[in-house]
């Protein structure tokens, strides 16, 4: 059974950083598409960061690129989104998604505010 389970959300002050985890159970992480997704309040649900593939394979968001790292710990089960610069457009519910075998899978979400 596919599982994803967020945590790292916090409230943070405006340049600082924060890291994401994300803990999956249930399939590899090397061979699925997985994400970080956000959603701002009224604002539809947005992809952040994606690694895909053996190599790893990673695409970021415009808004993001330079200051956001996803990356995959193997012997945790882990997929991270490391957090630089954060601005007051950055903060939303970040959600981990994954596709296996042809299902969509979430997790509950982790909260990031930015404010200082």
């Known amino acids: 059974q596919v599982q994803l389970v967020e945590s790292g959300g916090a409230l943070v002050q405006p340049g600082g950083s924060l890291r994401l985890s994300c803990v999956a159970s249930?399939?590899?992480?090397?061979?699925?598409?997985i994400g970080w997704f956000r959603q701002a309040p009224g604002k539809e649900r947005e992809l952040v960061a994606s690694i895909i593939g053996l190599d790893g394979t990673t695409i970021y968001a415009d808004s993001v690129k330079g200051r956001f790292s996803i990356s995959r710990e193997y012997n945790k089960n882990t997929i991270y989104l490391q957090m630089n610069s954060l601005n007051p457009e950055d903060p939303a519910v970040y959600y981990c998604?994954?596709?296996?075998?042809?299902?969509?899978?979430w997790g509950q979400g982790t909260q990031v505010t930015v404010s200082s």
């Open positions: 249930g399939f590899t992480l090397d061979y699925y598409f």
């Open positions: 998604k994954a596709h296996v075998d042809r299902t969509d899978y």
